[in-house]
């Protein structure tokens, strides 16, 4: 069964500070990406995604991951954060033999002081 | 807008007793999965209904059981509740395996089981 990790589990940063989130992915076939955030009360949004091509992934509000398949690693990264950017964060993989299942990481609480 | 619409948003329920969530998919979105999010874990897989059929199941015991109706919503079913059940439960919605897409999730239910 696939696994997702993410080692970090609350970081703190302030305002204008770079940022990289780690996520490991245990399984060794073809894997499907996400990095999803969970803002205070609201739904879980997708950031970005990976499913083949160019393995540095740029998605919304500035942030990037990229895909180290030799690692098992999909990192999220952001050059300078902003304190709108406080939220949980969520590493997501999809093996696409199994009808979609995502299989989330535990999550990472980003708190970004003003 | 979420574009995924459950409810009730908050319910407080009695252990032992039975609970009924429901979920409208995104338009267009034809297949439903549900999560449940513990506090301070990520979102672990229940199942997925495609088609009006349980598709795939994590691991979650028989208390737990879902529907999907023709017109794509569905409803996830708790018995004998327990302490433990106390949880977010997400929807997510998405196109079927077969035609890609990213999974959109609705904002939860928050279950309280006293």
């Known amino acids: 069964a696939q696994s997702v990790s993410q080692h970090n589990h609350h970081v703190i940063l302030s305002e204008a500070a770079s940022l990289e989130l780690g996520c490991n992915y245990s399984?060794?076939?073809?894997?499907?990406l996400f990095w999803y955030v969970q803002y205070p009360g609201q739904h879980l949004q997708l950031l970005l995604k990976y499913f083949s091509g160019d393995p540095l992934v740029k998605g919304i509000k500035g942030f990037e991951a990229e895909f180290i398949k030799s690692k098992f690693s999909f990192n999220l990264r952001k050059p300078s954060v902003q304190w709108s950017d406080t939220a949980e964060y969520f590493c997501?993989?999809?093996?696409?033999?199994?009808?979609?299942?995502?299989?989330f990481g535990s999550g990472t609480q980003l708190t970004v002081l003003p | 807008d979420a574009g995924v619409t459950q409810s009730p948003t908050h319910l407080i329920k009695t252990r032992g007793q039975q609970v009924t969530l429901r979920c409208s998919p995104k338009s267009g979105h034809d297949t439903v999965s549900w999560y449940q999010q513990a506090l301070g874990q990520g979102p672990q897989f229940i199942f997925q209904?495609?088609?009006?059929?349980?598709?795939q199941r994590g691991n979650f015991p028989d208390r737990f059981s879902g529907h999907q109706f023709p017109n794509y919503s569905s409803e996830l079913n708790v018995n004998a509740l327990l302490l433990g059940d106390s949880a977010l439960y997400l929807c997510?919605?998405?196109?079927?395996?077969?035609?890609?897409?990213?999974?959109?999730f609705g904002s939860g239910t928050r279950l309280t089981v006293v």
């Open positions: 997510a919605s998405s196109l079927p395996p077969d035609r890609g897409g990213g999974y959109t």
């Open positions: 399984y060794g076939g073809t894997v499907n």
């Open positions: 209904y495609y088609e009006e059929e349980e598709r």
């Open positions: 997501a993989v999809i093996n696409p033999g199994s009808a979609r299942q995502l299989t």
